[in-house]
């Protein structure tokens, strides 16, 4: 084993590179955008063979991937935030011609107000697009699970989604692990397609398809998206015989044995979160933490199974449903349905706020004492807020929110005279 | 357009009786070895101009390519007539993604072939005015900057008629549709600047640009025949008559499209890395109203009092095109 000093970003267009795309669509967003560089480098200097368009949009990068892929080529692009937004009707479109497209998301936040920063509320709005969701923990498992990623895509002929945190993980440098090109051509073989475009076999792809067989093509989507529950820790495993580590899977347990109250986290937070666990159990606490590695397909059994025994159940997710709360907490109350444990959701880290093992401490060890709420949002400044509130309660005000704010303390630039 | 330079018979168009010409000059729609790429049963209204001129264009490509085609086609009539799954119409390898992605698609076939060294296989896109002129006008300019190696084809009817006859960015002023009704002070359709595509193709000096209509097969068949054999990006805009958006007569397709021409409202040029390199010319100018009158979406123009205005202004749009493109023979006015 080789490790290599490098950003997170250039150690996944290594391992891209590594998995032999034939087609790749590159489109600039932060922090999405090293990656795409990287490979465009690569492909440039001749060390990759690899069409490369730099495509006019996002919406533009994920045609283009749902027409090389259609057409049998091994297909990858990468995106983030406002990029996936604008691409949505492809990546929708994508899943629902069952094409094996792998696609990085360099989790950022969604605007307005505008922010660049991380957050995951770009590959959550996602979650019922009918791809595949990754998330990684860490920049090493990023590379690996994006290896994975092409197995699983192609065996299911389902596009999949590999998460990692906008610059936590992109921009990160630390020594990873590039595997060989021998490692990952055993791993990976070559893209066979079972049905291409191709003029010695003509078929028609993306046909209307009318009330009397809709119903029966979505279940099926779903159906097919529920074999990658198997099919997910079965690729972890081949992969754990041929490159020596645990990556992947579906969820990713630490000293949850026993624990009284989990922690239910997803991405790179959930090194912060275990250096806390670490922390608290070290000082008696009963707590542990479970990292989901599947968003999608969402492991219901593995998750129920994971927090039995668990009393109190907190999920600490990077996003929310605005309007009625927690994205990933709704989906645990799913796996617990019935069990009668309590889950409690807290929104951390929106827009980049860092998540410290101090507040993490705090407000575990008011979960463990039961005095958390059901929605709590991590480090709120409530003074900003309340104040607004009460003022909005007075006079009504329209118009951008953030604005707004800074209207009311008085600090808005066009006022100046 | 002059790639048949003698002249068998005057019958006001280009038409030539194949039985008079060598088998290798004839067109592809008469030889039984066609390939019907677009084979009947579909849904398109009777008299459907967009039928017609796919039908046309896509076999001519196939001729050209030696069957190697692989076509990406946008949201709109053409794709839902097509395709009710589970049947279709196409003879060939094609692909329905969105509205508005079409050129792009087409582009990441061609990357595929290109990549896998199929060298033989040629990409089409296709799409109506509303895919090619509003929603998917990024991506075709993208295709077209980047000189993908596609050749996108546009069949305008002028409207967005899959949705029930609205207006586009290709319809022309005056005119009646679902939003711009005849009501008011201006009825139909403003007088805008217009967004005349084929100038925007060519002035991302693609190798190819070409306008044609439903009117002279042969024009168009030797264009997309020209076009396929092009390497990088071509753009084709076919004008394909709609009955029922136009409220015209069925039987009443191939004489509109011929008289747009004739009439200067739709000329019809090529040209080669943005510089025009051959007219058709008008053979027997006529007055636009000729071309008007049989449609119904220029009805409120006519009548008891007609808008002679209104009239007068589109024939100067007209007279604009034919000075603008040079469209009448010397000497003839």
Redesign the interface.
Known sequence: MTLKQIEGSHGVAETIALCRP??I?AYPISPQTHIVEGLGEMVKAGEL???Y?????E??AM???????????R?YTATASQGLLFMV??VY?AAG?GLPIVMTVANRAIGAPINIWNDHSDSMSQRDCGWIQLFAETNQEAMDLHIQAFKLAEELSLPVMVCMDGFILTHAYERLDVPTQEQVDAFLPPFEPRQI???S??????????PE?FTEVRYLAHAKQLQALDLLPEISADFKKSFGRDSGGLIRPYKTEGAETIVIALGSVLGTIKDVIDEMQEAGCSIGVLGITSFRPFPLDAIRDALKGAKRIVVLEKCFAVGVGGIVATNVRMALEGSGQQVRTVVAGLGGRAITMSSLHAIFLEAMAGKLEALTFLDLNSEVVDHVLELERNVRLSGPVAESVLRNIGTVASNIA | MSYQPVKFYQTGTFTVGNRLLDESDRSVQATTARNNSLNSGHRACQGCGEALGARYAIDAAMAASNRQLIAANATGCLEVFSTPYPETSWQMPWIHSLFGNAPAVASGVAAAMRIKGRTEVRVVAQGGDGSTTDIGFGCLSGMFERNDDVLYICYDNEGYMNTGVQRSSATPPAVRTATTMPLGPEPGNVFGQGKYLPAIAMAHRIPFVATATVADLRDLEHKVKHAINIRGAKYIHIFVPCPLGWGSASHDTINLAYMAKECGLFPVFQAEYGKITGVSKIRKPIPVEDYMKPQRRYAHLFGKNPALETIAKIQARADENISTYGLLEEGVN
Do not use: K, Q, W, Y
């Open positions: 034939e087609v669509c063979r690899a069409e368009l730099n495509v006019e949009s919406f533009a045609s283009v991937a749902i027409g090389s892929s259609a057409a049998g080529a297909t009707e492809a479109n011609l475009l191709d003029p076999h003509p078929v028609s792809i993306g046909a209307m398809v009318g067989a």
